[in-house]
């Protein structure tokens, strides 16, 4: 069954948050806790003030699993990297509307989904869900970030991102599209079911899921939080 299609609600770790000392230990505490979708962050420095990790990465943990790999791109000109994420192993691609395209958003979409992957537009929290809207019926993801991109351990801002999460939801439904609505950011048991309630079906677990000694327990517990 493709995976984007199953609307159940999911937690994906996010390798952001693991040890890279032990990269592939991690990946497969990740498997062994049960989940289904890996989620990698890659930063370049300009589009967000912190440097994280590249397509050798993505590689890397394609090696170690068969999981889903969703690949968030927080970088400019998303679209001259975007052949060597492809090659990687990523299976989901999502990229910010912001940000600067040698090409143009649309036409990073429309390639992500030509070579038989998924797309995402990912939004800033200062962003308004209508960005979305030229773009709405060409992707399979929206990322909502719930904290400002570019490091991990922030607050989740429900205040400045919930009322955009539920325009995106009331929106998709009223226009029959299906793409998933994914947060990003200060996702823990407290505010995982705040970002349920406003439509949110991925849910982004950094350190609520790495940080904890027992990670099949942190799933758990953040899969209850969230159940149907």
């Known amino acids: 069954m493709d995976p984007i299609s199953n609307t159940t609600p999911l937690i994906l770790p996010s390798l952001l948050a693991s040890d890279w000392s032990k990269i592939g230990s991690e990946v497969h505490r990740a498997e062994q806790a049960g989940a289904q979708w890996l989620h990698l962050d890659v930063m370049d420095g300009s589009f967000v003030?912190?440097?994280?990790?590249?397509?050798?990465?993505?590689?890397?943990?394609?090696?170690?699993?068969?999981?889903?790999?969703d690949v968030h791109l927080m970088m400019h000109r998303a679209d001259h990297y975007l052949e060597?994420?492809?090659?990687?192993?990523?299976?989901?691609?999502?990229?910010?509307?912001?940000a600067d395209y040698d090409t143009s958003v649309l036409d990073t979409l429309r390639r992500i989904r030509a070579a038989?992957?998924?797309?995402?537009?990912?939004?800033h929290p200062d962003t308004p869900f209508e960005a979305v809207i030229p773009y709405a019926h060409e992707i399979d993801l929206l990322l909502i970030m719930t904290v400002v991109p570019g490091f991990g351990g922030q607050p989740f801002m429900e205040k400045e991102t919930m009322p955009k999460l539920a325009a995106a939801r009331d929106y998709r439904d009223a226009h029959g599209l299906k793409y998933h609505l994914e947060v990003d950011g200060g996702i823990y048991m407290y505010t995982a079911p705040i970002a349920k309630?406003?439509?949110?079906?991925?849910?982004?677990?950094?350190?609520?899921?790495?940080?904890?000694?027992?990670?099949?327990?942190?799933?758990?517990?953040?899969?209850?939080a969230v159940a149907d």
């Open 197 to 224: 309630q406003h439509g949110a079906n991925l849910f982004v677990c950094g350190t609520s899921f790495f940080g904890p000694p027992d990670a099949k327990v942190a799933i758990e517990q953040l899969a209850a």
């Open 49 to 69: 003030d912190n440097i994280s990790f590249g397509p050798q990465m993505v590689q890397t943990v394609r090696m170690c699993s068969g999981l889903y790999l």
């Open 84 to 98: 060597r994420f492809l090659k990687a192993g990523a299976d989901n691609i999502t990229i910010h509307v912001e």
């Open 116 to 123: 038989g992957k998924h797309a995402g537009l990912a939004l």
